[in-house]
């Protein structure tokens, strides 16, 4: 039955279904978003002005993009679903587009998921490999998230677990990744300095979730978050506990994804008022937890449970929509 859903996918209706879906979503959320500096958004557009939302619209849509590609080299790199596929993917358009306040909002989340696929990346690559350039690398991508948004720093402990998980973990690479992480810390230090201002975050900002405060929190963003709690974890624990198919490298690749989904989901409890910062990084590793849950589960249910996924997205669309 994996075969089946994979050809679903696959086809081309489906892939017109899913753009046109994917466009009606983008054009919803900008009829119904109305921006600050006055007016609609597509109103501005038609009537030859562009404002500030709609360019704001158009580089979220942009970094959706981009994550797209990404997600297709992770997993025509490193085969993590074992076929060529664009499930995770189209699971990313979903779940992001199916969220106005993603879409229509300035958003860090949709910033950092391009550089949080980079890491991933970087780290899949490192396994059994010491490969102390990825690890460099994967720490001036971190110290990048550190600049854009402060706490995405913590993430730098799930991705140093990630060299056991690679077989890879020596001191040069802990090593590497920190003076990654350093030298743009550094770099940005000084340019702050010539000019006279600061520019790099305050430390004690990576600890912003410490007071605990829920009087900022966009009880909104709860609808959508508890979905991706309770799907990612049944998803990558099934993924990687219950399919005994794996190769060894795609089971620890499986592992390490469920160990980020654990880590977000408890910096999201933790960091509730920047909930909706985290939803996207959340989207992205929650795309390959239910591919590779889909597309390798033996059970004929799979497509079905695949279309009420998608129709429960597009309820709380609707919903959201309704109320934004």
Known sequence: MSVTLSQITESKLFRRFLWGGVLLSVLGTLLVYRPADGGYILLQLLCGTVGTAFVIAAVDVLFVGCSCFLLVRLNNKYALMQQRTLLPVILLLIFDCCNPAIVGTVNSG?????????????????????????????????????????????????????????????????????????????????????????????????????????????????????????????????????????????????????LLTISLLVLSLLDMAALDAYLPLLNATMALSVSNFALHTRSRAVPYLFYALIGGYLVLYVWSLCNF
């Open 110 to 258: 949709l910033l950092l998921t391009p550089v949080y696929l980079s890491i991933m990346y970087l780290l899949y690559d490192t396994y059994q490999n010491e490969n102390r350039q990825a690890a460099y690398n994967m720490g001036l991508l971190l110290a990048v998230g550190y600049l854009i948004e402060p706490p995405f720093l913590l993430l730098s402990l799930p991705f140093c677990l990630g060299f056991f998980y690679m077989r890879s973990s020596t001191w040069r690479m802990f090593a590497a990744l920190l003076l990654g992480v350093l030298t743009v810390m550094w770099l940005v230090f000084c340019i702050g300095l010539a000019d006279g201002c600061r520019l790099l975050p305050d430390f004690r900002d990576v600890f912003l979730f410490a007071s605990f405060d829920t009087s900022f929190v966009e009880w909104g963003d709860l609808r959508y978050f508890l979905p991706i709690a309770v799907i990612g974890i049944l998803c990558g624990v099934g993924g990687t506990y219950f399919i005994k198919r794996h190769k060894i490298q795609i089971w620890k690749y499986n592992r390490f994804t469920l």
